[in-house]
């Protein structure tokens, strides 16, 4: 197996002061296989009053191409391995990916409760036993709370002490492998679309139909972002910097009026492992050059966005640079998967 770690600094978290459920379970509505879903785990309690630091989700074999969604105040370790089986994802064989999940360093307090989102394809599963996926709470050094117990076939997951939570799988057929985007967990994260796609390449999902703008020796091209699932909290923004001059700028800020705050963010690979940072000093465009935000790069970061980004419309955006000054442009939404 091979373990990626993930750390995220972003500034929110959701919480709430009550917790109307006793295991950890799923807000998913019923998933159909063969479809992509953002399974929104609901964690209701610590651990005998102590506050819940690390939550282990173990991925049941037929949930592949599983990606976390960032959370604010958490890293996220990935430990990728083998399937048991081969399974098809658009043509191609998949036989290996995530196959758990680790929300770690965080801090969950037990009077609150929170939500883990993971995006993946249930590929197979059986709709009587629906998949289960063994969850373990780490509070303090030594305090745990295990989900793990597995319900047969006819069996009852309630009769089980310490249930693991199921996510439900209807018994229809023959349904459309994209049929999962649009329905997110009601009243939980969905998927961050916005990090599902980061290992697309970014004219694959590019919709077209933006306008190329100039500002001064700026010219700024290739401008989108993707469709969000209903609820998801967050979006991202792509465009390329063409800096035409003889002198360096560097883009300080962005703002739009869809979101409640725009930040500048990076993705990159250190010594194997997946950092995503803010950059509060701006992303510099070097003289003579192209500067690409992308899926799996730099770029635009959507807070508090009010309504999800949907396809076909779009997002207004305000850029704000060191030495070009300001510039209003129009990011077309295209599909929030690009395959």
């Not at 916005?194 to 020796?217: C, E, I, R, W, Y």
């Not at 003889?246 to 194997?272: C, F, K, R, Y």
């Amino acid at each position: 197996m091979k373990t990626m770690l993930i750390a995220t600094t972003a500034l929110a978290a959701l919480v709430s002061t009550s917790a109307a459920f006793a295991h950890a379970s799923f807000a998913n509505p019923p998933t159909a296989v063969g479809a992509y879903v953002a399974a929104t785990l609901q964690v209701p309690h610590g651990c005998d009053g102590m506050a819940t630091n690390e939550v282990q989700i173990k991925l049941p074999e037929g949930f592949i191409s599983a990606k976390p969604q960032p959370k604010a105040g958490w890293e996220i370790e990935v430990i990728s391995g083998d399937y048991q089986n081969s399974y098809d994802n658009h043509g191609e064989a998949v036989t290996s990916g995530p196959v758990e999940i680790r929300f770690k360093n965080g801090n969950l307090p037990d009077e609150f409760y929170d939500t883990f989102t993971i995006y993946g394809k249930v590929a197979a599963a059986d709709p009587e036993t629906g998949l289960a996926f063994p969850t373990v709470q780490l509070c303090g050094t030594d305090a745990t709370v295990a989900w793990t117990d597995i319900a047969a076939a006819g069996q009852d997951p309630h009769d089980l002490k310490s249930p693991a939570p199921v996510l439900k799988i209807t018994a229809a057929a023959g349904a459309d492998e994209h049929a999962g985007h649009g329905a997110p967990a009601s009243g939980g994260h969905a998927g961050h679309a916005a990090h599902a796609g980061h290992g697309d390449h970014a004219a694959a999902v590019n919709p077209g139909g933006f306008d190329t703008v100039t500002l001064g020796d700026l010219e700024l091209s290739g401008g989108f972002t993707k469709a969000m699932l209903p609820g998801q909290p967050v979006g991202g923004g792509f465009i390329t910097i063409t800096n035409k001059g003889g002198e360096d700028d560097v883009l300080i800020s962005a703002t739009s009026p869809n979101a409640g705050e725009v930040q500048l963010h990076e993705m990159a690979m250190v010594n194997d492992v997946m950092k995503m940072r803010q950059l509060p000093d701006g992303i510099k465009v070097p003289a003579g050059q192209s500067v690409e935000l992308k899926p799996g790069g730099l770029h635009l970061m959507f807070f508090k966005v009010s309504e999800p980004f949907r396809d076909g419309a779009t997002v207004p955006v305000t850029l704000t640079f060191q030495k070009a000054g300001s510039v209003d442009v129009v990011l077309p939404i295209g599909p929030a998967r690009s395959n």
